[in-house]
């Protein structure tokens, strides 16, 4: 069956350093992976979306990489802050949806400490 | 722009008792989905629509769950004879099906709490 996985274990860093989150899925052929941020009690906003012939996206202290091969993607955050605490998600769009539907991994927290 | 609405944010219950959800989307987007988030899990899909017509549900959305999107603009997600299990966040999201990259645009979510 399709699965996605992310590190259900919290990621604590130190503000300054580069957090990097981990994304993996099976059995799913995903023309896109998209990265989106989820405060507490709040709905989740879109962060970066990137394609399966793309190897890596930056959008300022943002970076995602997508392996097709490993089945992987990393996203990374660079010079972390305070602020970047929060409830990272990824979500797969499958290759052959026409509905746009996503489906989410269970997402990862990440906690920046001054 | 206002956004992803939804209404109400909390919604207190009995079991046994209705509830329903309303979500206003971004007025452009023909597409609407409405997502079940518990805690420490990411949204699980439930049900999708393009303009009024409801093109998929699924099996986590039992007979007692309802979604209408009347004239293809606001939706609700209605839950009758409620559960406890059925406690969580109720996400809705929208999105243009002319963009073929499924970006979603989030509300900030309606939780319901069934004592």
């Known amino acids: 069956s399709q699965k996605i996985e992310q590190n259900s274990e919290a990621l604590n860093i130190q503000e300054g350093k580069t957090a990097t989150l981990t994304c993996n899925y099976t059995n799913y052929s995903p023309a896109y992976l998209q990265w989106y941020r ?4 709040r709905g989740p906003v879109f962060l970066l979306l990137i394609r399966e012939n793309e190897k890596e996206k930056r959008k300022e202290r943002l970076k995602v990489t997508f ?3 490993l089945k992987q993607s990393l996203f990374h955050i660079t010079a972390s802050q305070p602020a970047d605490s929060a409830t990272y998600l990824c979500a797969l769009l499958h290759g052959s949806s026409n509905t746009g ?3 989410f991994g269970q997402g990862t927290t990440l906690q920046v400490k001054p | 722009d206002t956004g992803v609405s939804q209404n109400p944010r909390h919604k207190i219950t009995k079991r046994g008792q209705n509830v329903t959800f309303r979500c206003d989307p971004i007025s452009e987007h023909n597409r609407l989905y ?3 988030q518990t805690l420490g899990q990411g949204p699980e899909f439930l049900t999708y629509f393009q303009n009024e017509a409801q093109l998929e549900k699924s099996r986590l959305l039992s007979d007692r769950f309802s979604a ?3 004239k293809g603009s606001f939706s609700t997600l209605e839950i009758q004879r409620t559960e406890q299990g059925d406690s969580a966040m109720y996400l809705c999201a929208s999105s243009f099906a002319g963009v073929r990259t499924g970006e979603l645009f989030f509300g900030e979510g309606s939780r319901l709490t069934v004592l």
């Open chain 1, 38 to 41: 989820q405060d507490p009690g």
């Open chain 1, 67 to 69: 392996d097709t091969t």
């Open chain 1, 101 to 103: 539907k996503l489906i």
């Open chain 2, 34 to 36: 409405w997502y079940r």
């Open chain 2, 68 to 70: 209408e999107r009347p």
